[in-house]
């Protein structure tokens, strides 16, 4: 298993700020997710951190308005830049534990509202 | 885009009774099949993950996959209030790592006593 601590837990902003977002595994994992939850939508995975290497971002999502960093195996960050209203969502960090009994593993999320 | 749809929901079963959820995806591609259950306000936690066509239980959970009606469900027999929470189905595509999931909307579950 894995242990994720994702903070701030929570955090209101405002319109036009960036907000950081903080990703700590107890354990080295190749591959870090990030996702998003709106309200009453699914959630949708925004990009791919791997470490030593740029992220990769799904469709729809783009670098300047999410960039990631993953500066080493068990670390990565999740900035929301020039937030506005529509950015108000859950944000979750999820790593995958490989081996006989593959799972993916999510933090308890940040949740965040944008004024 | 490849689409995960859900029973919209929401559920209500009396404590004891077979809650039964479902969940179709668009991609044929798709290879590997994940049921989590998120409580209100915490993170989606995996219950069931599946394969292949057929069912798999683990206690009082049952996974159905059927590939050829992009179809798979999770029934929880003797449902207990304690089961109340939103179903989300995730689906993973052919070769693709696993921490790409698509998602549907979630079904929220209400067992009441």
């Known amino acids: 298993s894995a242990v994720i601590s994702q903070k701030p837990s929570r955090d209101i902003c405002q319109r036009g700020t960036s907000l950081t977002i903080q990703c700590q595994v107890d354990?080295?994992?190749?591959?870090m997710f990030w996702y998003r939850q709106q309200p009453g939508q699914s959630l949708t995975l925004i990009a791919t951190?791997?470490?030593?290497?740029?992220?990769?971002?799904e469709s729809g999502f783009v670098i300047d308005k999410f960039p990631i960093s993953r500066p080493n195996l068990t670390f990565s960050t999740l900035t929301v830049s020039n937030m506005s209203p529509e950015d108000s969502s859950i944000y979750l960090c999820?790593?995958?534990?490989?081996?006989?009994?593959?799972?993916?593993?999510f933090g308890s999320g940040t949740q965040l509202s944008v004024l | 885009q490849k689409e995960v749809e859900q029973n919209s929901g929401p559920l209500s079963v009396p404590e004891g009774a077979i809650a039964s959820l479902n969940c179709t995806y668009s991609d044929r591609g798709s290879q590997s099949f994940f049921w989590y259950r998120q409580y209100s306000g915490k993170s989606p936690e995996l219950i069931m993950s599946i394969y292949s066509n057929g069912d798999k239980e683990d206690g009082r959970f049952t996974a159905q996959l059927n590939k050829a009606s992009q179809y798979v469900s999770l029934l929880i027999r003797d449902s207990q209030p304690s089961d109340s929470a939103t179903y989300l189905c995730?689906?993973?595509?052919?070769?693709?790592?696993?921490?790409?999931?698509?998602f549907g909307r979630g079904t929220q579950l209400t067992v009441w006593p």
């Open positions: 951190a791997n470490q030593g290497s740029e992220a990769t971002y």
């Open positions: 354990s080295q994992v190749t591959m």
């Open positions: 995730a689906v993973n595509d052919r070769g693709s790592t696993l921490g790409r999931l698509y």
């Open positions: 999820s790593v995958e534990v490989t081996g006989s009994n593959e799972k993916l593993f």
